[in-house]
């Protein structure tokens, strides 16, 4: 089992900038994926950013060259640095992990809400 908590969620304006935290506790040592997802009003829930089996670094295109995501491995924590931020962006932001087991899981944390609008 492995929990997910996020934070750092809030109300910009357009144009400015967010950083979320998302901390895993439990079994982390059977995480081989991890990122953030987030799903606006309406919408269906979409991938955003994060690492991949093998660790590589991804992202959704729509976020490219404005966020990035980064992690701490020592504090079992990954980051969001949301820069350039526009109305679109305004979504619940959840943070996700995969574990290896028999079978693999996965987990989500409660999500953290972000609104641009000025």
């Known amino acids: 089992q492995v929990q997910l908590v996020e934070s750092g969620g809030g109300l910009v304006q357009p144009g400015g900038s967010l950083r979320l935290s998302c901390a895993a506790s439990?079994?982390?040592?059977?995480?081989?994926?991890m990122g953030w997802y987030r799903q606006a009003p309406g919408k269906q829930r979409e991938y955003v950013a994060g690492?991949?089996?093998?660790?590589?670094?991804n992202y959704a295109d729509s976020v490219k060259g404005r966020f990035t995501f980064s992690r701490d491995n020592a504090k079992n924590t990954v980051y969001l640095q949301m820069d350039s931020l526009k109305p679109e962006d305004t979504a619940v932001y959840y943070c996700h992990a995969d574990i290896r087991g028999d079978p693999d899981m996965e987990f989500w944390g409660k999500g953290t809400p972000v609104t641009v609008s000025s």
């Open positions: 439990g079994s982390t040592f059977r995480i081989y994926a």
């Open positions: 690492f991949s089996y093998g660790g590589s670094t």
